[in-house]
């Protein structure tokens, strides 16, 4: 995670975008005029306390003085708000605010904002300084509780919230990153009194606290870390703002899927600083929930416990609403797609309620997709696909669970400007200037419903049901190539699944959103690189003009297989501490390029791939059966005797230089006539490129291997026989 976070600053940060402050402004024009009189009131109070304290300290009474002003309350009650032009409190969960409101302390504001950090080398021990977190922690609650007095005497919007902190009690600023503990973060005020200790799930952003100035990458990396978590533990996240605060210099930063916007710094220890910062706060307190990255189509029921979710289907143009009974996939990472899954059931109504009808459940996916492929036109379209598979399927019932059935999908709806439109990063950075928005690819909000809801594979209780599993995945890969015309381009772990019937244990290929057209990649000069790292095909690392076939996703297939027979299928037999030791390792680390360069060692040949990765499988009794499954996909993907020594093994194709010295391609002689590439090209070189070009048959025969093996395993299970 760490890892991670330096890698989101090194390749993901634009830093001084004068724009990102006008990002959290509320959209509502009404809600932008009250936001904008509230902000230059607040700045004027906040100024007279700083001014009131400068001038004793001036005086020589600057100590008690300070003290004096450090008990200085804003009205401490809240009025029963009076409705004007249809303007209200909020109720919940937003703007709740308590009888009374204990005074807030100042003393820390006017030492944080006084703090002089020249230091070039920022040695100081942090006890030298002030304690930056609770001078945050004092303007943020002047801010808030200001608001919420004007607020009472005008009558303010319902979605408005009182801004607060929460932090360690013993949380101080160091040239030290303690990834263990919070540095601070802004919350929401309800008051109400609680024994529950505050987490990433209570936050609306975190902040990251360094005492000196030189350490603002610092800053950046572990905020960075924290917002990582902010999208892992609140499902309704679609993008975070967050805070860094180095010494005095505070910059507010977007997260959105590719990229960290950073506005420009904020001096908070000068007149001009503050006033950014305290118009930054206001917006924050009266913006739509939306434009602090909330999702509004999922939302929370407090009473109920529970989250419902709205989908809006493209196809008939209805929104249906689900109530999710589990969360069975968080967004783990700060970019990408933040793909979520939930389990859930549709909304009853009132009718269905007095029927005592029962809904059967379903996987809602959530996730914020590229349309078109990176570094490429392919258009990437899951819903779409998902569809048309569906209807071209619909008459094979033995497919019946193995790939995901569409039952509603479209892009997220969000209520703008009067209207709704479509969710996407567009709209998320509207108010962001132009030469910005182009640096931040384009993403898609989608939501899909799909059935039958699956399991992980990790939760299989053999060797032999993985079997069943994956000869039930290639079966519906292979079909949806041919009848459909598509290609996964992501087979992995986290994409098999599986689930139980009255007829035992099917599995089920999900994700398709880097799905494409084959005709597509046949198109294209050079395919771009798609999938999960550890189990893409040699060609798909190394970026290869070599079209990608059927025969990529295959490949990744016995990637996943060596993967788990050497960790273990399930939680029983895992063991993932010895796999750090063995070559396999090397596709799960570094880059592309050495994760393609291990794969040619460990596949050119069957001895080294015996020596390499199947040796530690091999030890293992129960595992036998996938030792031999592995040996017989290696043997007709990579050693086929059906096909010439030149379309065997990992042989790269001539160089121009090769060719140029007279080097011979090494190809079928023509009294090879059996030779399944006999009719390829001869001027195409290279094993992967001359088995691109006969990739149907030979899928064709991977396909009678796995069947072969399913059905072995399937009557060893009826058997009570299966390892």
Not at 306 to 332: F, G, K, M, P
Not at 707 to 713: G, L, V
Request: one cysteine or more; hydrophobic letters at 35%.
């Amino acid at each position: 995670c760490i890892a991670e976070a330096e890698q989101t600053v090194n390749e993901g940060l634009i830093q001084d975008i004068s724009s990102v402050l006008d990002a959290a402004e509320p959209a509502d024009q009404k809600r932008r005029s009250w936001a904008n009189r509230f902000a230059a009131e607040v700045y004027e109070k906040l100024e007279a306390v700083i001014s009131s304290a400068q001038q004793s300290d001036d005086a020589g009474t600057g100590a008690k003085r300070i003290c004096e002003v450090s008990s200085l309350s804003v009205e401490p009650a809240l009025k029963k708000a009076k409705t004007v032009g249809g303007m209200t409190p909020a109720a919940s969960p937003s703007f709740q605010a308590s009888e009374q409101t204990a005074p807030v302390s100042h003393s820390q504001l006017i030492q944080w904002i006084s703090f002089q950090s020249n230091s070039e080398d920022p040695s100081t021990p942090a006890s030298h300084g002030p304690n930056i977190q609770s001078g945050i922690s004092a303007l943020v609650g002047f801010v808030g509780q200001t608001i919420a007095d004007m607020a009472a005497d005008i009558a303010c919007y319902d979605s408005m919230r009182k801004l607060s902190t929460f932090q360690k009690v013993e949380s101080i600023a160091t040239d030290e990153d303690s990834y263990q503990q919070l540095d601070i973060a802004l919350t929401m005020d309800t008051g109400s009194c609680t024994d529950t200790v505050p987490d990433h799930k209570d936050a609306l952003m975190m902040v990251a606290v360094k005492q000196f100035a030189q350490e603002q990458h610092r800053a950046y990396r572990y905020l960075a870390y924290r917002t990582r978590k902010l999208f892992t533990t609140q499902p309704n996240r679609r993008f975070a703002w967050g805070l860094t605060v180095c010494a005095t210099t505070v910059r507010a930063c977007l997260f959105v899927h590719d990229k960290v916007l950073s506005s420009e710094a904020m001096d908070v220890s000068t007149s001009d600083g503050r006033k950014t910062f305290v118009t930054l706060l206001t917006n924050w307190s009266m913006c739509e929930s939306w434009r602090l990255g909330y999702d509004p189509t999922i939302r929370y029921d407090a009473g109920l416990k529970h989250w419902e979710i709205d989908v809006c289907d493209s196809e008939t143009q209805l929104t249906r609403s689900y109530i999710c009974a589990s969360i069975c996939c968080s967004a783990y990472s700060t970019f990408g797609r933040h793909t979520r899954c939930f389990v859930a059931h549709e909304k009853p109504t009132d009718s269905d309620r007095a029927s005592d009808q029962d809904f059967p459940k379903v996987l809602i996916k959530d996730a914020w997709a590229r349309p078109i492929s990176p570094g490429s036109d392919i258009v990437c379209d899951e819903i779409a696909y998902l569809r048309e598979i569906r209807d071209a399927l619909a008459d094979n019932n033995t497919l019946d669970g193995t790939y995901p059935r569409l039952e509603a999908g479209g892009v997220v709806q969000i209520k703008y400007a009067g209207g709704v439109v479509d969710d996407n990063t567009q709209l998320m950075l509207k108010d962001i200037d132009e030469n910005t928005r182009a640096k931040v690819p384009a993403r898609i909000h989608r939501r899909i419903v799909m059935s039958p809801v699956g399991e992980p594979i990790h939760n299989l209780k053999s060797i032999d049901e993985l079997i069943v599993v994956v000869g039930d995945v290639m079966a519906a890969h292979s079909a949806i190539a041919k009848r459909c015309g598509l290609l996964h381009r992501d087979l992995s772990v986290n994409n098999i699944m599986f689930h139980r019937d009255k007829n035992g244990v099917r599995g089920m290929l999900i994700d398709f959103d880097n799905a494409c057209r084959i005709t597509d990649m046949e198109k294209t000069e050079q395919p771009d690189c798609v999938g999960t790292l550890p189990f893409m095909s040699i060609g798909n690392l190394e970026l290869s003009n070599v079209k990608r076939t059927v025969l990529d996703d295959w490949e990744s297939l016995i990637y996943i297989l060596c993967w788990l027979g050497t960790v273990g299928i399930n939680q029983a037999d895992q063991d993932c501490e010895t796999v750090h030791t063995l070559p396999i390792q090397n596709w799960h680390k570094g880059s592309a390029t050495d994760t393609a360069s291990s794969k040619r060692l460990h596949m050119n040949e069957v001895s080294y791939f015996v020596e390499y990765i199947l040796n530690p499988i091999s030890q293992v009794q129960e595992y036998q059966n996938l030792l031999k499954l592995l040996l017989s996909l290696h043997a007709s993907l990579f050693a086929n005797k059906r096909v010439s020594p030149s379309a065997r093994g990992c042989e790269k194709p001539l160089t121009s230089w090769e060719i140029m010295m007279g080097v011979q391609p090494d190809v079928p002689a023509p009294s090879d006539t059996q030779f399944l590439d006999r009719d390829v090209d001869p001027a195409i070189t290279g094993s992967f490129a001359r088995r691109a070009e006969i990739a149907n048959a030979l899928a064709d025969e991977l396909l009678e291997v796995i069947q072969r093996f399913r059905n072995e395993a399937l009557q060893r299970i009826s058997k009570g026989n299966t390892h």
